[in-house]
């Protein structure tokens, strides 16, 4: 599977600081999956510059607003 491939998976995404300094992205998944990812807060801000940074290259593609939300 590749960025561009669509998936019928459901997830939730629960982002926030865990009580040992670090940041936790935890994906809990259908079927029982969970997946907790822990980055220290250099890494996280780097993360959150690529998050903005797709955000931005897909305005630039024309992606659609979300659902309930004008541009």
Excluded: C
Excluded at 6 to 34: F, H, K, W
Excluded at 35 to 49: H, K, R, V, Y
Aim: glycine share 8%.
């Amino acid at each position: 599977m590749s960025i561009n491939d669509q998936s019928e998976i459901a997830a939730n995404l629960q982002i926030g600081p865990t009580d040992e300094g670090m940041v936790r992205i935890y994906v809990e998944a259908e079927g029982g999956i969970e997946l907790p990812l822990d980055f220290d807060p250099d890494e996280a801000e780097e993360i959150a510059e690529e998050l903005r940074a797709a955000a931005e290259a897909a305005r630039a593609m024309g992606a659609p607003a979300p659902k309930g939300k004008k541009r």
